[in-house]
């Protein structure tokens, strides 16, 4: 196997740590959750499977480091992308839009998915670490319901309403059947218009799509 230099240990460690997490991604989307294994990893990233379990005892420990590493990259772009100073139907527009990149990027088993793969103790490890996008979305739902532009709808219910359209194009997107910008358009402006915010004022954040202009 090749070696990993680094200039300290703690750099050694990162440095194979995330080669481990590129390996996990690659082989995810080559093959499949369920189909890899502890052996795939190691081989794929280059060290061997004992220094694998130095790092993650077993596969569910792995993936939920990964799921985990994915969410909170997740979160720091939203944060870091965002521009201030917008309304928070342009906030959630953003939202749905890197929801919808995240999926194309990493075309990958949902976080109830990857739950029912691994059991039911790392579901609700996994459910801990997905639900800060969750809460991410559920404070642009209250400042836009504190600020007048949302009807006042109970926020974390309608976040997970939200996240589930979402989902519901992972499918269509990782098999190239849906369009992205398509269905940012269409998750966008059903959830506005369902928490009261006008037409016009839709139209300006996100226009409506080809077809249903063309319907008039």
Same mark, same amino acid.
């Given at each position: 196997?090749?070696?990993?230099?680094?200039?300290?240990? =703690? =750099?050694?460690? @990162?440095?194979?740590?995330?080669?481990?997490?590129?390996?996990?991604?690659?082989?995810?989307? =080559?093959?499949?959750?369920?189909?890899?294994?502890?052996?795939?990893?190691?081989?794929?990233?280059?060290?061997?499977?004992?220094?694998? $379990?130095? $790092?993650?005892?077993?596969?569910? @420990?792995?993936?939920?480091?990964?799921?985990?590493?994915?969410?909170?990259?997740?979160?720091?772009?939203?944060?870091?992308? /965002?521009?201030?100073?917008?309304?928070?139907?342009?906030?959630? =527009? @953003?939202?749905?839009? /890197?929801?919808?990149? +995240?999926?194309?990027?990493?075309?990958?088993?949902? %976080?109830?998915?990857?739950? %029912?793969?691994?059991?039911?103790?790392? $579901?609700?490890?996994?459910?801990?670490?997905?639900?800060?996008?969750?809460?991410? /979305?559920?404070?642009?739902?209250?400042?836009?319901?504190?600020?007048?532009?949302?009807?006042? !709808?109970?926020?974390? %219910?309608?976040? +997970?309403?939200? !996240?589930?359209?979402?989902?519901?194009?992972?499918?269509?997107?990782?098999?190239?059947? %849906?369009?992205?910008?398509?269905?940012?358009?269409?998750?966008?402006?059903?959830?506005?218009?369902?928490? +009261?915010?006008?037409?016009?004022?839709?139209?300006?954040?996100?226009?409506?799509?080809?077809?249903?202009?063309?319907?008039?």
């Amino acid at each position: 196997m090749p070696k990993i230099t680094a200039p300290t240990i =703690a =750099a050694h460690r @990162a440095r194979t740590r995330e080669r481990i997490m590129e390996a996990v991604d690659a082989l995810i989307q =080559a093959q499949g959750i369920d189909r890899i294994s502890m052996t795939d990893v190691a081989n794929t990233a280059g060290i061997t499977r004992t220094a694998l $379990y130095n $790092y993650f005892p077993d596969k569910p @420990a792995l993936l939920l480091a990964f799921t985990e590493q994915i969410n909170n990259a997740f979160v720091e772009r939203y944060r870091r992308e /965002l521009p201030s100073g917008v309304s928070c139907a342009r906030r959630l =527009a @953003a939202f749905v839009r /890197l929801q919808l990149e +995240g999926i194309v990027k990493h075309p990958h088993p949902p %976080a109830a998915e990857l739950g %029912a793969s691994l059991g039911p103790d790392a $579901y609700q490890r996994l459910a801990d670490h997905v639900a800060p996008m969750q809460r991410l /979305l559920a404070e642009i739902l209250e400042q836009g319901t504190a600020s007048g532009e949302f009807d006042p !709808l109970p926020a974390h %219910a309608t976040a +997970g309403l939200t !996240l589930s359209m979402v989902g519901s194009q992972r499918i269509p997107l990782v098999r190239g059947e %849906a369009d992205p910008d398509l269905a940012h358009a269409l998750i966008t402006r059903f959830t506005l218009r369902g928490l +009261g915010v006008p037409t016009e004022t839709v139209d300006t954040v996100v226009p409506k799509p080809a077809a249903e202009r063309g319907q008039g």
